[in-house]
């Protein structure tokens, strides 16, 4: 099967956010920025696999992550959503434009047979 361009980033983002955990995650830094235990207080896990979750995420590029002191504060890096809503849209025009095509080619059958 061909890669297609930017497909190691796209297959990132897209094991990142099949998760249901990393994709709460970043619904909740849609309404912005968060700490680590501010992520973490809604799910019932140990903080080292909840940061497991967060590599994942910081490693598609789905987020950024600043520590200060002791504390590190995610924010989401709308860029890869971006790619991603771009992937989503090209493969959208092309089924439509399928679609599109087949309903033409039905119809004129459908005529043929009047």
Known sequence: MAKHVG???LDG???A???PTRRQVVERLAQGPATTSELARPFDMALPSFTQHLH???RAGLVTSEKRGRVRTYRLAPQSL???DAWLAAQR???TRRLDQLDSVLYDLKEQQR
Request: hydrophobic residues 50%; without cysteine.
């Open 17 to 19: 956010l099949s998760d």
């Open 56 to 58: 994942v995420l910081e």
């Open 93 to 95: 025009a092309r089924w």
């Open 7 to 9: 497909g190691d980033a």
């Open 13 to 15: 983002v897209l094991h």
């Open 82 to 84: 971006e790619r991603l």
